[in-house]
């Protein structure tokens, strides 16, 4: 696919005051890219949009991927401010290190709704506006989509269900000539890994994720690598790229389901007769 330039485009990032989200976002910027940067607190998104350049290349919004309402606000004030919206990247998430027999309900529910559910409603209030500009939408996973670590059921069954509501959209959004993708990377440094080296179940765990399987890798391959996805508009991003076959084992089959079983119109003419949920 030829790439998809940057520059000028209207970038809109959940969780961008994060560690990932701010250096994402910092990329893009210097991609030529144009921001709207979404997270849950007003003054850290004023402070990072005015960091970025300001008001006509950035801006804050207050979002939390838990509100259905304040995604829709802040994606329609985007699309009004920057004259519409290209890129949606749904990076919000959080992690807990612990086992079903100590975790408790509340906090499961709180990795889904962030992790998972918040992917999809950041998703359905950004397809209104991307769809416009036959854009893309981008979701970060994780490699627990494919390697389902214990202590982390929530974290690893959220992560695999954004992987699979990326590729069900994909295919409900390709007509309008909208692409998906998802992004896989593995250890990386930010301050959800520090969290895990300081409790002891997980510095039991991973080892430190100093060597062997676990090993870190820089967080600015991980950002190239996202960055790299959005031009090329992948339908997934594996980092680092050795990790590529192990991501794809589950989804071999995906492309002939996809060209067989859902052939020509089936999926939009199937969309036509569906009833509101």
Same mark, same amino acid.
């Given at each position: 696919?030829?790439?998809y ?39 850290? #998104? ?11 290349v ?6 939390? #991927?838990?509100?259905?309402? @304040? ?5 329609a ?23 079903m ?30 769809s ?23 974290? @690893? ?65 991980? +950002? ?5 996805? +959005? ?6 991003? #594996? ?9 794809r ?16 119109? @089936? ?11």
């Open positions: 696919m030829p790439r330039s940057l520059d000028g485009r209207v970038v809109a990032i959940t969780g961008s005051t994060g560690g990932l989200g701010r250096e994402v976002a910092s990329a893009l910027r210097a991609r030529g890219a144009r921001l709207a940067v979404l997270d849950l607190d007003q003054d850290a #998104v004023d402070t990072q949009a005015l960091a970025l350049g300001g008001p006509d950035a801006r804050g919004w207050r979002v939390d #991927v838990r509100d259905m309402a @304040t995604l829709e606000d802040a994606l004030g985007a699309a009004e401010h920057f004259g519409g919206i290209d890129v949606v990247v749904a990076n919000a998430g959080i992690e807990c290190m612990s086992a027999s100590t975790l408790s309900l509340e906090t499961f529910e709180r990795i889904v709704d962030i992790n998972l559910t918040g992917v999809w409603r950041t998703f359905k209030a950004a397809l209104p506006h991307v416009e500009r036959r854009g893309y939408l981008m979701a970060v996973s994780s490699m627990a989509a494919f390697v389902h670590s214990p202590l982390q059921g929530g974290y @690893t069954a959220s992560k695999a269900g954004v992987w699979a509501l990326c590729d069900s959209t994909r295919l409900e959004v390709r007509h309008l000539g909208v692409d998906v993708g998802s992004v896989h990377p593995t250890f990386f440094q930010t301050p959800m890994m520090d969290n895990v080296f300081a409790d002891p179940a997980g510095l039991r765990l991973w080892g430190g994720n100093k060597k062997g399987l676990w090993k870190m890798v820089s967080r600015d391959s991980v +950002i190239e690598d996202i960055v790299s996805g +959005i031009e090329h508009r992948r339908k997934m991003v #594996v980092c680092p790229k050795r990790n590529t076959f192990l991501a084992i589950p989804g071999l089959v995906h492309p002939v389901i996809d060209r067989i079983g859902f052939p020509g119109r @089936t999926v939009p003419d199937a969309i036509a007769l569906t009833t509101r949920g």
